[in-house]
């Protein structure tokens, strides 16, 4: 303020020019500050729908409990059936919108889920259905079946012994890969654990 003591009299003054340049350096630093907030608000919904995704895809998968060879008359494959539930830590997997990829030695299809098991489609049919959700895997109790007609794909006259063929079940959050192979001998048997 005033310096009586030292013979100096110092006085500050505020004029309109400081005012304003003060006035906008607030008004600056406060657009910034939501521009901030906005961006660190983006982001953390960003990350969390990220994480949300990520832990679906590694969570939210079937799991093939067993694969078994229905075996023909003539001593080859015809129908696969794997009997799936769901991951652990799994929410709920909806099957009817899930497609299975077929690689099998003489040909590779993407199948879709039908009523019956075709050239295009695989089958599903509830085993285990614990409260009646099919075809929406609930509980982690639930066993669906999935029939797959290798006859129909394009392996004409069945799989025979020792031929090999992968399977992907891809559903909404992601796919798994299970890769199977006939057993060498076939004869006097009615089905065969793949």
């Known amino acids: 303020m005033f ?25 600056v630093a406060a657009i910034a500050a939501g521009v901030l907030i906005n961006t660190a608000g983006f982001l ?18 079937v799991n093939v409990v067993s694969s078994v060879g229905i075996v023909g008359n003539d001593q080859t494959v015809h129908l ?3 009997t799936v539930m769901k991951n652990s830590g799994s929410g709920d997997i909806n099957l009817s919108t899930a497609t299975v990829e077929w690689l099998g030695p003489d040909t590779g299809k993407i199948l879709q889920n039908g009523t019956t098991a075709d050239a295009n489609h695989f089958n599903l049919s509830a085993i285990k259905d614990k409260q009646d959700t099919f075809p929406v895997l609930h509980n982690q109790e ?6 797959i007609n290798a006859d129909e794909i394009g392996n004409a006259g069945g799989l025979e012994g020792g031929e090999e063929f992968t399977i992907k079940i891809v559903t909404s959050a992601g796919a798994m890969t ?14 065969v654990q793949l």
């Open 44 to 61: 953390q919904t960003k990350s969390e729908q990220t994480g949300e995704e990520s832990t679906a895809s590694v969570t939210n998968r």
């Open 80 to 82: 696969v059936n794997l």
């Open 142 to 147: 639930d066993r669906f079946r999935i029939t």
């Open 3 to 27: 310096d009586i003591e030292n013979g100096r009299v110092d006085r500050g003054q505020v004029g309109i020019g400081t005012l304003i340049v003060f006035i906008a350096m607030v008004l």
């Open 178 to 191: 299970y890769h199977h192979s006939i057993p060498p001998s076939l004869s006097e048997k009615d089905a």
